[in-house]
Structure formats: structure tokens, C-alpha cells
């Protein structure tokens, strides 16, 4: 990998990973002595700790490890080319912004072998991100709208356990406010109504209707182009990543002066 060119994208569009490649390549030689778990282990240390910006692609691979194919240790590959070529790259806290912004958003049957979808969320504060995730949902949405709003009340938990960090620490916010791309689903969490289109969806998901009503946390639209949260649900063409990484405070990290 020391001499490996770097790439500009966490992964790259040609990607589709799944586990019928796991068996379709049952005769693959030599993977057995492939470090993927341990790559991949590397991987979410880094991922969890200042690396927002390869969520989404650290846990789609990470479905894969108890039997890796050649095709996903190319993608693992790929992630740590990527690392290399941003190594500079870290979150550098500071700002004027003292402001607690929530961004959440999802694809739609993403995982190609149960067509779950991926929700995401990403917090920032003075500019910085604080708090992020991906995750696969647990169950198969029927719409785009049920998506989203599943992520929202996944977004919603993180933020009022951050809302009582703030309260505790003594850090004043007058409105914590969730920032979602889609009107539909904004619409669903403030409707308290059930109706043909939304009364399948699992009853945990709409205590976040509880939580708006008691004016706890509220909902806005942010626009697709203007949510950080976007690269934590799908891979994205390398001017869209970039935005998101800007919006989470990604940078590169500045020259320590010496004396």
C-alpha cells in the first residue's frame, strides 16, 4: 500500500458490494491470508475517532469480513488509498459559530442483499463535527418518506442525549433543530394522524412526534446540496463529498510553528 496511488472518493461508483460475491467466489486463492478484519478494524478506530467522511464506506464493508471476496478487499483497499492521499486531513475545532447543528438523511434499498436502507446523521458544533453515524435500518422501508423519517427519529435520540450534555455543561441554546432534505418526511413526524400511507410504520418510530409536540427539538428543511449528512448514506461523486466534508469541518490540519 506504501506505494499505492492515492484516490479522491472513500469508494468509488463502481462499487457494488454484496454477499453473493462471497459466494460466487468461493475459490478465490489466497484470501484466506488477507488482514481484512484487521483493515477493517483499523479502518472504524479511524473512522470513529476524526473520520466522518468514511462512515458509510467503512460500514458497508464491514458486512463483509467473516468471508471477504477479492471484490471487497479492493473496496478495503480503496478506503485505506484514500486515507492516504488525505492523511493531512483532520477536524480543526474553532469557530465563532457556537451553534448546535443536526443534519440527518438516508438512501432508499441501498443494501442490495436485503434492500435495507442506510440511515445518517451528523451533528456540528462551532463548525465541527461532533457526532456522526451510519448505520444500516433494521427494518425494509416502502417509501422514500419512511426513510426519512426513520432517520429523523434516530437523529432525534442523539440529539436530546446532546441536549442534556449542553444543559449540563452549561452551553445555551434557545432551538435544537433537526435538518432534514425531505418535505414529505418533515410533514409525517409533525402529523399526528395515521393514514393509509403511514400506518404500517413501527410504532417506535413515532415517539419523535411526542418529542416535536413538546417542542423539545424541531424539524427544517435543509436543501440535498446543503446536508452534511448526505456522504453517510451513499457514495457520492467527488465534488458532493467534498461539500459534505467542508460542512463537517474537515480540513487540512494546520502546521504546528516551532520555537
Not at 79 to 108: E, F, H, V
Request: overall charge positive.
Amino acid at each position: 500500500m506504501e506505494s499505492s496511488k492515492p484516490v479522491s472518493c472513500p469508494l468509488g461508483n463502481h462499487f457494488k458490494l454484496s454477499s453473493k460475491s462471497c459466494a460466487l467466489n468461493n475459490g478465490d486463492e489466497g484470501m484466506e491470508d488477507m488482514p481484512c478484519a484487521s483493515a477493517v478494524g483499523s479502518l472504524m478506530y479511524a473512522m470513529l475517532c476524526t473520520r466522518p467522511d468514511i462512515a458509510y464506506s467503512v460500514g458497508l464493508v464491514s458486512r463483509f469480513i467473516s468471508r471477504p471476496s477479492k471484490e471487497h478487499w479492493e473496496a478495503v483497499k480503496w478506503i485505506l488509498k484514500y486515507l492516504r492521499g488525505t492523511s493531512n486531513i483532520c477536524i480543526c475545532y474553532g469557530g465563532q459559530d457556537a451553534n448546535l447543528r443536526c443534519y440527518t438523511d438516508s438512501d432508499m434499498a441501498g443494501d442490495i442483499d436485503t434492500k435495507r436502507s442506510t440511515s445518517g446523521y451528523l451533528f456540528t458544533f462551532v463548525g465541527r463535527a461532533i457526532s456522526w453515524q451510519s448505520r444500516l435500518q433494521r427494518c425494509v422501508a416502502l417509501s422514500t418518506t419512511e426513510v426519512e423519517y426513520i432517520a429523523i427519529t434516530e437523529c432525534c435520540k442523539e440529539l436530546l442525549w446532546i441536549k442534556r450534555l449542553f444543559e449540563e455543561i452549561g452551553i445555551k441554546q434557545e432551538r435544537f433543530a433537526i435538518l432534514c432534505d425531505s418535505q414529505s418526511a418533515i410533514h409525517l413526524s409533525k402529523n399526528p394522524s395515521f393514514h393509509s400511507r403511514s400506518k404500517h410504520i413501527q410504532v417506535r418510530y413515532h415517539w419523535v412526534r411526542d418529542v416535536i409536540e413538546e417542542k423539545q427539538v424541531s424539524i427544517d428543511k435543509v436543501h440535498t446540496k446543503d446536508n452534511g449528512a448526505d456522504m453517510l448514506t451513499k457514495i457520492l461523486p467527488k465534488g458532493k463529498h467534498d461539500v459534505c466534508c467542508l460542512i463537517a469541518g474537515l480540513g487540512i490540519a494546520p502546521v504546528a510553528s516551532s520555537y
